[in-house]
């Protein structure tokens, strides 16, 4: 397949997946807010019913007390004012408080309800009703039916109770209404001795509200009670059990870190390591296509290079079978049949030496040698090289280093400066002077080995390219200089190798520099770069 057609299945693929995971993402987020709701309207309904338990509490109590003592000569916080209603109506102060407020007296006889008969049932909610209503409404209304039950359970008793006041005991509980703003325990009765039917006291809602919320604050910071007249238990159920008033919880602080969960954490960790196994993936795709094209540039180069010797060898040898070379030409000839034999070794020498460093099968045969004894082993065969092609060959030992002591493979050395020659050979062609140029001198505690020509240098754009192995195309080998691009790339692991490197720098006046560096002293496996 082309590399394009490989891009785009893998842009599909990819696409595919971050969208089936995006979709995933998507509904796990939502499940987890739903969740996170689910659990903080919970948490909140938990606290609202503990908070409606303590209020009714108190209130329970308050009822309960002034249940006993509507007829106390004084009156005791929150209540402000206790009154008598005749039969005509006329209201009577029995004690009040300074700020005491007023209400319409014809507004509380028309809201307060009639005195239960001795044998009706006792109130509650419809069963039916209850059985209708969502889980926690449900919850919620029994709650309230409860308190209820317990609130009178309270007044009963105290009822019960003989009390210290002129007259019979009251025979009914005092019930909770609102005459416009303001808050009135009262009950009916049969008529008294002084020819009250109705009595009851007068609540200062403020204070009584402030001190309810006060009891509440831990559970319910900014919750609030409002008036709640004629209201339905059925679709209310924050009603309180004592007073027709609602409890508001207002805002409650969110149970976790808002917008952190560890189903966000674990799908944060999803997309980082699908976003991981896509890089992988396409590193992965993109180093197969690239070998794949360096092995194809590989093959139509070497093909190309391989073509050349050949066509020479059957050339040379059809012309000396048939005798029609003269004896005069015969020694031309032999030397260009080796030429064409010398570049063909080196060729397959490189393309044999870069196959065993790739299988791993090749290890440098290190051993101490002076830096004199190393070149002078090592640049016979360049030498030559340089000679061949019509070069003037110079070499520029520095004296501080001819004794200095080099770890190597003299082997390798060798190799790496004939591939450098050789390029030099090929590529400085027409350069002024026609000098190629070995330098030897010290770089702390390296040696430096430096292969300098004058041709026409290395252009900046493909001074990146330069040691990629198998960078020449068929093209780029037929247009350019002989080589398939391989030389330098394994001189470069050869240097590496042996723990020192292979770097191009830039030479002053002209023409390409190619330093080998090579260490003084043996190089522990860790101080070695990396192939």
Same mark, same amino acid.
């Given at each position: 397949?082309?590399?394009?057609?490989?891009?785009?299945?893998?842009?599909?693929?990819?696409?595919?997946?971050?969208?089936?995971?995006?979709?995933?993402?998507?509904?796990?987020?939502?499940?987890?807010?739903?969740?996170?709701?689910?659990?903080?309207?919970?948490?909140?309904?938990?606290?609202?019913?503990?908070?409606?338990?303590?209020?009714?509490?108190?209130?329970?109590?308050?009822?309960?007390?002034?249940?006993?003592?509507?007829?106390?000569?004084?009156?005791?916080?929150?209540?402000?004012?206790?009154?008598?209603?005749?039969?005509?109506?006329?209201?009577?102060?029995?004690?009040?408080?300074?700020?005491?407020?007023?209400?319409?007296?014809?507004?509380?006889?028309?809201?307060?309800?009639?005195?239960?008969?001795?044998?009706?049932?006792?109130?509650?909610?419809?069963?039916?009703?209850?059985?209708?209503?969502?889980?926690?409404?449900? &919850?919620?209304?029994?709650?309230?039916?409860?308190?209820?039950?317990?609130?009178?359970?309270?007044?009963?008793?105290?009822?019960?109770?003989?009390?210290?006041?002129?007259?019979?005991?009251?025979?009914?509980?005092?019930?909770?209404?609102?005459?416009?703003?303001?808050?009135?325990?009262?009950?009916?009765?049969?008529?008294?001795?002084?020819?009250?039917?109705?009595?009851?006291?007068?609540?200062?809602?403020?204070?009584?509200?402030?001190?309810?919320?006060?009891?509440?604050?831990?559970?319910?910071?900014?919750?609030?009670?409002?008036?709640?007249?004629?209201?339905?238990?059925?679709?209310?159920?924050?009603?309180?059990?004592?007073?027709?008033?609602?409890?508001?919880?207002?805002?409650?602080?969110?149970?976790?870190?808002?917008?952190?969960?560890?189903?966000?954490?674990?799908?944060?960790?999803?997309?980082?390591?699908?976003?991981?196994?896509?890089?992988?993936?396409?590193?992965?795709?993109?180093?197969?296509?690239?070998?794949?094209?360096?092995?194809?540039?590989?093959?139509?180069?070497?093909?190309?290079?391989?073509?050349?010797?050949?066509?020479?060898?059957?050339?040379?040898?059809?012309?000396?079978?048939?005798?029609?070379?003269?004896?005069?030409?015969?020694? @031309?000839?032999?030397?260009?049949?080796?030429?064409?034999?010398?570049?063909?070794?080196?060729?397959?020498?490189?393309?044999?030496?870069?196959?065993?460093?790739?299988?791993?099968?090749?290890?440098?045969?290190?051993?101490?040698?002076?830096?004199?004894?190393?070149?002078?082993?090592?640049?016979?065969?360049?030498?030559?090289?340089?000679?061949?092609?019509?070069?003037?060959?110079?070499?520029?030992?520095?004296?501080?280093?001819?004794?200095?002591?080099?770890?190597?493979?003299? @082997?390798?050395?060798?190799?790496?400066?004939?591939?450098?020659?050789?390029?030099?050979?090929?590529?400085?062609?027409?350069?002024?002077?026609?000098?190629?140029?070995?330098?030897?001198?010290?770089?702390?505690?390296?040696?430096?080995?430096?292969?300098?020509?004058?041709?026409?240098?290395?252009?900046?754009?493909?001074? @990146?390219?330069?040691?990629?192995?198998?960078?020449?195309?068929?093209?780029?080998?037929?247009?350019?200089?002989?080589?398939?691009?391989?030389?330098?790339?394994?001189?470069?692991?050869?240097?590496?190798?042996?723990?020192?490197?292979?770097?191009?720098?830039?030479?002053?006046?002209?023409?390409?520099?190619?330093?080998?560096?090579?260490?003084?002293?043996?190089?522990?496996?860790? &101080?070695?770069?990396?192939?």
């Amino acid at each position: 397949m082309r590399p394009l057609h490989v891009w785009t299945a893998y842009g599909i693929c990819l696409a595919v997946a971050a969208a089936a995971l995006a979709g995933l993402t998507t509904r796990a987020i939502e499940a987890d807010r739903a969740e996170a709701a689910a659990r903080q309207e919970a948490a909140v309904e938990e606290n609202v019913r503990l908070a409606l338990w303590r209020i009714d509490s108190m209130l329970a109590a308050l009822v309960a007390r002034e249940t006993a003592n509507v007829r106390a000569p004084q009156v005791v916080p929150p209540i402000v004012e206790t009154f008598v209603i005749d039969a005509a109506g006329r209201r009577r102060t029995i004690a009040a408080a300074a700020d005491a407020g007023r209400f319409d007296t014809t507004a509380l006889l028309a809201g307060l309800p009639e005195p239960p008969a001795a044998n009706a049932p006792a109130g509650g909610l419809d069963p039916a009703r209850v059985a209708d209503l969502p889980i926690q409404q449900a &919850r919620n209304a029994s709650e309230l039916q409860i308190r209820r039950n317990v609130l009178l359970q309270n007044q009963a008793s105290q009822i019960a109770i003989p009390q210290e006041i002129p007259g019979p005991a009251p025979l009914a509980a005092l019930s909770a209404v609102w005459v416009g703003e303001a808050l009135v325990l009262a009950r009916r009765g049969p008529p008294q001795a002084d020819g009250a039917e109705i009595e009851g006291c007068v609540v200062d809602w403020p204070r009584l509200r402030s001190d309810l919320l006060a009891t509440i604050s831990d559970l319910l910071p900014h919750a609030t009670l409002e008036p709640a007249p004629n209201t339905d238990a059925t679709s209310d159920q924050r009603l309180l059990a004592a007073i027709p008033a609602r409890l508001v919880p207002g805002t409650v602080a969110p149970l976790g870190a808002a917008g952190w969960s560890p189903l966000l954490g674990a799908l944060i960790a999803a997309w980082v390591a699908m976003a991981v196994a896509a890089a992988a993936v396409g590193a992965l795709l993109a180093s197969v296509l690239a070998l794949s094209e360096r092995r194809a540039a590989f093959v139509s180069s070497v093909t190309h290079e391989l073509r050349t010797p050949l066509t020479t060898f059957r050339l040379y040898a059809g012309l000396l079978e048939e005798g029609m070379v003269p004896a005069a030409e015969m020694p @031309a000839c032999f030397a260009t049949l080796r030429t064409e034999a010398d570049r063909l070794a080196h060729l397959v020498e490189n393309v044999l030496a870069y196959a065993r460093l790739e299988r791993g099968r090749h290890s440098a045969r290190l051993e101490p040698v002076t830096v004199a004894d190393l070149v002078a082993g090592a640049a016979v065969r360049p030498a030559e090289r340089a000679g061949q092609a019509g070069f003037e060959w110079r070499l520029h030992l520095d004296e501080r280093v001819r004794a200095a002591v080099v770890v190597t493979d003299p @082997a390798a050395v060798e190799q790496v400066l004939f591939n450098l020659v050789d390029n030099a050979c090929k590529y400085a062609r027409g350069g002024v002077p026609a000098v190629i140029e070995l330098e030897a001198d010290r770089r702390g505690g390296q040696v430096a080995l430096a292969v300098r020509d004058h041709g026409r240098g290395i252009p900046p754009r493909e001074a @990146a390219e330069l040691f990629k192995p198998f960078r020449k195309s068929a093209r780029d080998a037929a247009e350019s200089a002989p080589g398939v691009g391989l030389g330098l790339a394994l001189s470069r692991r050869l240097a590496r190798q042996m723990g020192g490197d292979l770097v191009c720098e830039t030479a002053a006046g002209g023409g390409a520099r190619f330093v080998l560096t090579l260490p003084l002293e043996p190089c522990p496996p860790d &101080r070695r770069v990396p192939l």
